[in-house]
């Protein structure tokens, strides 16, 4: 007895299966262009067309795979025939239909699968239609759909073989069975040609084969100027994969116009009468960096004055002392508090608080020239990077700085009196201590500023002053 699934149509299935002739034959290019579309679509290292004989399965197609057959009893397209439903197995080393199988059970084994059934004109299964992987994986509604979309085209394949040889005497025949064979031939360049992305096939020396619309569209060029070009003069930096591989990057692709977009390249090599060929899929991702560089910026920047936060603060402050000693020129890190500040909360409320810090960061800004730096860390706490500068001119500056802070500040209908107490602290050449220390150093002379109610405090990082 069978270690495996037999359909209850067992013998009209094998007679239906020998009468076509599709076993023990040599590879035919109508099945060889669905399981290369099936690798490239899928991004799967195995595509097969599987037909299933008596005792064996016969590799109709086959992308992947060097064996022609291999036994009925480790097919695990044979359970597809029986359920006459797509099966997929996102795991098979954890199915026990399946784990045994020698092509599973090794830690390089096979491991995806998902077949579609093959039928005849009478509904009959023949054989499958499958991709597989060595790596655990799901399959979404849109791959399943374009799976299910190929295979129609292998079932309209073999349902015209049928007709082909029942009208093969007669001319209605054969020009029938010729105009279906190319509307095979259009649809499957069609599931190309509309595709979302740019494909780009590429011949043994990297030149471009095949050029679709959305390719045309990206670089503004159309498919017969793209033809015979070299993949480097499309996309720079590129390193093709070796045969039965895969690879993911992100490149520039040059357009017509001169123009370069940021892009993702799915790549795969496969061979084809012994040279090497590639799919290429390349997908825009210009929205992509630009949504990344919005939220890189948005991850440094304080939402309520748009200054630089204490994140942005910790990343330019190292940077700028590291200056200080290729230049020789000092700089001066101002702490700035607000005093004053939560009274204009508790009397005006939060919006008018809010109004005014952005008044404060303002004014800040109008202050300093356009080689300083302001950031606002938190609450009422503003800090000020000056570089370049000595001692006096930073004592001076603060002066400036306090006037300027102490102006009114229109809060609608009424108005605001602040001050603030501000600290300093200056590294120059042949200092030493960190960023931290620095940034410390500045609220210390400040609170000690803020208690003595006297002019700013000096503070230093070289541990020896």
Same mark, same amino acid.
């Given at each position: 007895?069978?270690?495996?699934?037999?359909?209850?149509?067992?013998?009209?299935?094998?007679?239906?299966? %020998?009468?076509?002739?599709?076993? #023990?034959?040599?590879?035919?290019?109508?099945?060889?262009?669905?399981?290369?579309?099936?690798?490239?679509? /899928?991004?799967?290292?195995?595509?097969?067309?599987?037909?299933? #004989?008596?005792?064996?399965?016969?590799?109709?197609?086959?992308?992947?795979?060097?064996?022609? %057959?291999?036994?009925?009893?480790?097919?695990?397209?044979?359970?597809?025939?029986?359920?006459?439903?797509?099966?997929?197995?996102?795991?098979?080393?954890?199915?026990? &239909?399946?784990?045994?199988?020698?092509?599973?059970?090794?830690?390089?084994?096979?491991?995806?699968?998902?077949?579609?059934?093959?039928?005849?004109?009478?509904?009959?299964?023949?054989?499958?239609?499958?991709?597989?992987?060595?790596?655990?994986?799901?399959? =979404?509604?849109?791959?399943?759909?374009?799976?299910?979309? /190929?295979?129609?085209?292998?079932?309209?394949?073999?349902?015209?073989? +049928?007709?082909?040889?029942?009208?093969?005497?007669?001319?209605?025949?054969?020009?029938?069975?010729?105009?279906? /064979?190319?509307?095979?031939? !259009?649809? /499957?360049?069609?599931?190309?040609?509309?595709?979302? =992305?740019?494909?780009? $096939?590429?011949?043994?020396?990297?030149?471009?084969?095949?050029?679709?619309?959305?390719?045309?569209?990206?670089?503004?060029?159309?498919? $017969?100027?793209?033809? $015979?070009?070299?993949?480097?003069?499309?996309?720079?930096?590129?390193?093709?994969?070796?045969? $039965?591989?895969?690879?993911?990057? +992100?490149?520039?692709?040059?357009?017509?116009? *001169?123009?370069?977009?940021?892009? +993702?390249?799915?790549?795969? @090599?496969?061979?084809?009468?012994?040279? !090497?060929?590639?799919?290429?899929?390349? %997908?825009?991702?210009?929205?992509?960096?630009?949504? #990344?560089?919005? &939220?890189?910026?948005?991850?440094?920047?304080?939402?309520?004055? *748009?200054?630089?936060? &204490?994140?942005?603060?910790?990343?330019?402050?190292?940077?700028?002392?590291?200056?200080?000693?290729?230049?020789?020129?000092?700089?001066?890190?101002?702490?700035?508090?607000? =005093? *004053?500040?939560?009274?204009?909360?508790?009397?005006?409320?939060?919006?008018?608080?809010?109004?005014?810090?952005?008044?404060?960061?303002? &004014?800040?800004?109008?202050?300093?020239?356009?080689?300083?730096?302001?950031?606002?860390?938190?609450?009422?706490?503003?800090?000020?990077?000056?570089?370049?500068?000595?001692?006096?001119?930073?004592?001076?500056?603060?002066?400036?700085?306090?006037?300027?802070?102490?102006?009114?500040?229109?809060?609608?209908?009424?108005?605001?009196?602040?001050?603030?107490?501000?600290?300093?602290?200056?590294?120059?050449?042949?200092?030493?201590?960190?960023?931290?220390?620095?940034?410390?150093?500045?609220?210390? @002379?400040?609170?000690?500023?803020?208690? @003595?109610?006297?002019?700013?405090?000096?503070? !230093?990082?070289?541990?020896?002053?």
């Amino acid at each position: 007895m069978s270690n495996y699934p037999i359909p209850a149509d067992e013998q009209a299935r094998l007679a239906a299966l %020998h009468e076509l002739k599709l076993l #023990d034959c040599s590879a035919e290019p109508a099945f060889d262009r669905v399981t290369r579309l099936v690798s490239r679509l /899928l991004e799967v290292p195995i595509a097969l067309v599987t037909l299933i #004989d008596a005792h064996r399965q016969w590799l109709k197609s086959r992308v992947g795979l060097d064996v022609e %057959h291999t036994p009925r009893s480790e097919s695990v397209c044979n359970w597809t025939i029986n359920q006459r439903s797509p099966l997929v197995i996102e795991d098979l080393s954890r199915d026990p &239909r399946f784990s045994h199988f020698s092509g599973v059970d090794r830690p390089d084994g096979l491991r995806f699968y998902v077949g579609i059934p093959l039928y005849n004109s009478a509904g009959v299964a023949l054989g499958s239609l499958c991709a597989v992987d060595h790596q655990p994986r799901q399959i =979404d509604a849109i791959q399943l759909a374009t799976l299910q979309d /190929l295979a129609a085209i292998i079932n309209q394949d073999i349902q015209l073989r +049928e007709a082909n040889r029942r009208l093969a005497i007669t001319l209605a025949g054969h020009a029938e069975t010729h105009r279906a /064979l190319h509307e095979r031939e !259009t649809e /499957l360049r069609l599931v190309i040609d509309t595709a979302y =992305d740019a494909y780009i $096939g590429l011949d043994g020396q990297a030149r471009v084969t095949a050029w679709n619309r959305a390719a045309k569209q990206m670089f503004g060029m159309a498919r $017969g100027a793209a033809l $015979g070009k070299s993949i480097d003069q499309l996309i720079g930096s590129l390193t093709l994969p070796h045969a $039965g591989e895969r690879s993911i990057s +992100e490149a520039l692709a040059n357009r017509r116009d *001169g123009r370069e977009l940021p892009v +993702e390249v799915r790549m795969r @090599a496969f061979f084809v009468d012994a040279d !090497t060929h590639y799919s290429i899929f390349v %997908h825009d991702i210009t929205e992509r960096r630009q949504l #990344d560089a919005l &939220r890189d910026k948005e991850a440094r920047q304080d939402v309520l004055t *748009g200054l630089p936060n &204490r994140r942005a603060l910790d990343e330019r402050l190292p940077e700028a002392m590291a200056r200080v000693a290729r230049s020789g020129q000092p700089l001066a890190l101002l702490f700035l508090d607000l =005093d *004053g500040f939560k009274a204009v909360n508790d009397d005006h409320g939060h919006d008018a608080g809010d109004t005014l810090l952005r008044e404060i960061a303002s &004014r800040l800004l109008g202050s300093v020239r356009q080689t300083d730096y302001v950031a606002r860390l938190a609450g009422d706490e503003f800090v000020v990077l000056l570089e370049g500068i000595d001692e006096a001119a930073a004592q001076a500056f603060v002066q400036k700085l306090v006037a300027c802070i102490n102006a009114p500040v229109a809060l609608g209908d009424a108005h605001a009196e602040i001050s603030a107490s501000i600290g300093v602290a200056l590294h120059g050449p042949g200092d030493v201590g960190s960023a931290a220390q620095l940034l410390k150093m500045a609220d210390v @002379a400040m609170y000690a500023t803020k208690r @003595a109610g006297k002019p700013p405090l000096r503070q !230093t990082t070289d541990i020896d002053a």
